[in-house]
């Protein structure tokens, strides 16, 4: 893998690719500064080598259209705390000003270009536009993990004009590196834990780490339709009719492959999708009508414990239960303290996805796990199995 590491970039300008597409409130402030954070050790290297920096990012689906509301001037105060510097700033990612800043920058100095997607030509890829945001640098690097999984002009088309200086930002590595280390070369016992709202959008998640796991958790949502297709009552609970043939397929191939599948054994049902409905705690297969499981019960968070502490790789994706409502929340948390205990005790542990992101986060388990993804998407896509257009577009 060819990273920023093996390169000086003293004199050089370097366009680097992140992606600053950051949570912001009502009042366009951001809220969540972590995909800043991660790739200001990128950032530090090229300086600190006495090369410079154009930074290109997308905030945003603007659509092609200029906004106010999508400008990245309303991140600029942000980005110039973390990174500690002051940074330039350029109202287009192309045209005469953008040349006109890009040449005038010196060693040492950040320049932030507008909102990629302001012009629609990033999203189709457009060969000339890659071109004129290429002529703009010296050295092309990605570290826009978040944004891999799109073939955009900016994050893959780009890299064509640079065949021997385009890189591997250090982010990007760290983030293909924790995937690898779980599909590849993980420490036995290695555990699987999904969840999530529906079996449907994690088939190829299941399909492509079965070779790789021993033990497989399904939990939240999906597991209703497991549960269903075994011949169990599920009441009212989240069902995918039409998946229970592959859900029982799933779980022969997983035999098969000698993996261990581990669905819930009780459930907290509630008489309504609401906070304050009448919740009761019932074996899973045995939901009354009318009823709905919203989290995992107890017993199935102890055997998800025993499960867990006695693995040494760890990947997580999906919450386990409506954790965006407290009397739900229970399930998820027990499930974030296993993985936490595990991890103290030496497993590698690895989180993706936005939901369960957004989990840890919010509940604080971030410290407390060994790697948390900075990807939504392209995580998911790369759990799948899928080589994204960003990362063939470095190592091509
Ligand atoms: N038993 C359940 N019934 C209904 N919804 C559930 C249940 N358990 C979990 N969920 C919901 O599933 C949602 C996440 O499902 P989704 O399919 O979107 O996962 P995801 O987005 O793939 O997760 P991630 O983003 O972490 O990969 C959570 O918001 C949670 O509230
Ligand atoms: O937040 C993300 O997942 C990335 O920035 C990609 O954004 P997109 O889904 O709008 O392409």
């Known amino acids: 893998m060819k990273t920023i590491n093996d390169f000086n970039f003293k004199d050089k300008k370097a366009l680097v690719r992140v992606d600053f597409n950051v949570p912001q409130d009502a009042t366009l402030k951001v809220t969540d500064n972590t995909r800043i954070q991660a790739v200001k050790p990128t950032i530090e290297k090229i300086l600190n080598d006495g090369g410079s920096v154009i930074l290109m990012t997308h905030l945003g689906r603007p659509k092609g259209k200029v906004s106010e509301e999508f400008s990245l001037k309303n991140i600029l105060p942000e980005i ?26 010196q060693p040492g100095e950040i320049l932030l ?52 200086t385009k890189f591997f930002g250090l982010l990007m590595a760290k983030e293909l590196e924790a995937i690898d280390k779980v599909l590849k070369s993980g420490e036995k016992p290695i555990t699987a834990i999904l969840g999530g709202s529906k079996v449907s959008s994690k088939i190829t998640i299941i399909e492509n780490i079965l070779p790789a796991i021993d033990n497989l958790i399904i939990g939240g949502g999906m597991a209703f339709t497991f549960i269903r297709a075994l011949g169990g009552d599920i009441g009212n609970s989240l069902v995918e009719v ?36 009448e919740r009761k705690e019932v074996d899973i ?67 993706g996805g936005g939901d369960s992101v957004a989990f840890v986060k919010q509940f604080g388990y971030d410290d407390k796990v060994s790697y948390v993804s900075t990807g939504g998407g392209a995580m998911l896509e790369s759990l799948e199995g899928m080589e994204l257009p960003g990362v063939k577009a470095i190592n091509s």
Not at 245 to 269: G, H, M, R, S
């Open 80 to 105: 110039e705390k973390v990174l500690q510097k002051s940074v330039k700033f350029c109202s287009d990612c192309i045209g005469e000003d953008a040349k006109r800043m890009s040449a005038e920058l």
């Open 113 to 164: 270009l507008e909102n990629l997607r302001f012009h629609s030509e990033e999203e189709s890829g457009d060969v000339a536009f890659a071109k004129q945001l290429a002529d703009l640098g010296d050295a092309y690097v990605n570290d826009a993990f978040g944004t891999a999984h799109r073939a955009h002009a900016s994050t893959a088309v780009i890299a064509q004009y640079f065949p021997s």
């Open 242 to 277: 039409d998946k229970q043939t592959l859900a029982l397929e799933i779980l022969e191939k997983a035999k098969a492959q000698n993996v261990a599948v581990y669905l819930p054994v009780d459930v907290i049902i509630a008489d309504d999708f609401n906070n304050d409905a």
């Open 285 to 351: 297969y045995e939901i009354p009508d009318g009823w709905m499981g919203l989290d995992a019960g107890v017993r199935s968070r102890t055997l998800f414990h025993d499960v867990i502490m006695n693995s040494r790789t760890i990947l997580w994706n999906g919450p386990i239960g409506v954790f965006e409502m407290s009397h739900f929340a229970a399930g998820t948390v027990a499930l974030g303290d296993s993985i936490a205990k595990s991890t103290k005790l030496g497993a590698f542990s690895l989180v």
